[in-house]
Nanobody, 119 residues
């Protein structure tokens, strides 16, 4: 079991920056692939960025060059640095932990944090 708690959301003007944090507890954080997803009303949750246990990152095309995902395996925390924010980035952002082992995929979610981009 992994417990995930996000923080850092809020209201920001277009062009501004936010850093989201996700603190994990309850299991060996370093072995999980960590990800950030976002969701807007009426739409499916979508992957924004992910980072493997080895540090390999992956980004949605819409955020490449603007967002950076990173992890601190000592603090059991994953971050999402969001720069040059656009109104279309506004959503609830969810932290995700994923582990595939022996044919089973384990996935855990945080409660979400709201990001609003508006002038």
């Amino acid at each position: 079991q992994v417990q995930l708690v996000e923080s850092g959301g809020g209201l920001v003007q277009p062009g501004g920056s936010l850093r989201l944090s996700c603190a994990a507890s309850g299991s060996i954080f370093s072995i999980y692939t960590m990800g950030w997803y976002h969701q807007t009303p009426g739409k499916q949750r979508e992957l924004v960025a992910s980072i493997t246990s080895g540090g390999t990152t992956n980004y949605a095309d819409s955020v490449k060059g603007r967002f950076t995902i990173s992890r601190d395996n000592v603090k059991n925390t994953v971050y999402l640095q969001m720069n040059s924010l656009k109104p279309e980035d506004a959503a609830v952002y969810y932290c995700n932990a994923r582990l595939a082992r022996l044919g089973t995929t384990y996935m855990y979610w945080g409660q979400g944090t709201q990001v609003t981009v508006s002038s």
